[in-house]
């Protein structure tokens, strides 16, 4: 079990990786280019050259994260046309610099159901996954549950993979907070124990590449997704203790979304608290 932290660009993608490392990172994950905008990755090949040497001289895996503009439950044409795009973009720099896979949101179907847009997501992550010529996964993560989200329920992210033909490349993001807001109790033992059952039968446990460790503002099932400091929301230590104790887990790399202590982005001292949970709970570091 790596833990790790989600890392600024700021700067450049040259300075991610010596980021990282300054906050004991044993995993990261990045965007490569603005998350708010649509405007495509522009990476100088002197930029990745550093990026693979320095990502190959600290032997930590890297993962991207999509833009947060992605919709492949988009009701419009361009919408959908820029999300595909955008992912065919990630995917291909993933391949380019040596990155696991891009984790993204598949989208809201803002209130006209899953059902309405199925097949144009399935149509989309194909045309993504058939363009990306390499080994990178498309990871999808889970929902909140607010504003008609796709992949609140493990069900959906499921229906997803099967559409897709079982594709090995599909895999699964899992967020601590945001299954916690959708209702699944996983800071209880009862709790963790049906959420990953109903993981395993709907997904798969060998589809789980990823959680992104992040405690909750919210109360269980509030809907909202509201991150928090590990240890000072409603999941809390011994809520983190228990979801890293399950067997699920054991070898899945924890990436810190947090807002910081300072409200800085994720720091040292939540990566400090998620080791000192994983020795808690009898883990070796890697």
Same mark, same amino acid.
């Given at each position: ?19 990282? @490392?300054?906050?004991? $990172? ?17 990476? $100088? ?10 990502? $190959?001289?600290?032997? %930590? ?9 992605? !919709?492949?439950?988009?009701? !419009?044409?361009?919408? /959908? ?18 990155? +696991? ?27 993504? @996954? ?5 080994? $990178? ?5 889970? !929902? ?15 229906? %997803? ?41 709907? %997904?798969?446990?060998? +589809? ?15 809907? +909202?997704?509201?991150?928090? !400091? ?30 910081? %202590? ?14 000192? /949970? +994983? ?8």
């Amino acid at each position: 079990m790596r833990i790790g932290v989600h890392v600024s660009g700021a700067g450049g993608l040259e300075h991610i990786v010596p980021k990282g @490392l300054e906050l004991e $990172a044993e995993v990261i994950q990045l965007f490569i280019s603005a998350p708010q905008q649509w405007r495509p990755p522009a990476i $100088a090949e002197e930029q990745a050259e550093s990026f693979r040497e320095a990502l $190959a001289r600290a032997q %930590i895996p890297a993962y991207f994260h999509g833009v947060y503009l992605v !919709n492949l439950a988009a009701d !419009n044409d361009a919408m /959908l046309g820029r999300s595909v795009g955008s992912l065919k973009q990630y995917m291909r720099w993933a391949g380019e610099l040596g990155v +696991r896979g891009t984790v993204f949101h598949v989208g809201s179907h803002k209130g006209k159901g899953f059902d309405t847009y199925r097949e144009q997501i399935l149509k989309s992550m194909r045309e993504v @996954l058939d363009y990306a010529d390499n080994d $990178a996964f498309l990871i999808m993560e889970n !929902n909140a549950g607010q504003g008609g989200g796709v992949g609140t329920k493990f069900s959906e992210l499921g229906e %997803i993979i099967r559409g897709l033909d079982g594709d090995s490349r599909v895999r699964i993001c899992l967020d601590t907070c945001h299954a916690f807001a959708m209702g699944y109790d996983i800071a209880t033992e009862d709790g963790i124990v049906i959420a990953m059952e109903e993981f395993d039968r709907e %997904i798969g446990i060998d +589809r789980l590449e990823l959680v992104h460790a992040n405690d909750s503002k919210m109360e269980l099932g509030g809907l +909202r997704d509201r991150h928090e !400091n590990i240890g000072d929301g409603k999941i809390g230590y011994d809520g983190f203790r228990t979801i890293m104790s399950h067997p699920a887990f054991r070898n899945v790399p924890f990436v810190l979304e947090v807002p910081g %202590i300072e409200a800085g982005g994720p720091d040292l001292e939540n990566v400090r608290r998620l080791k000192k /949970l +994983r020795e808690e709970a009898g883990i070796p570091p890697p």
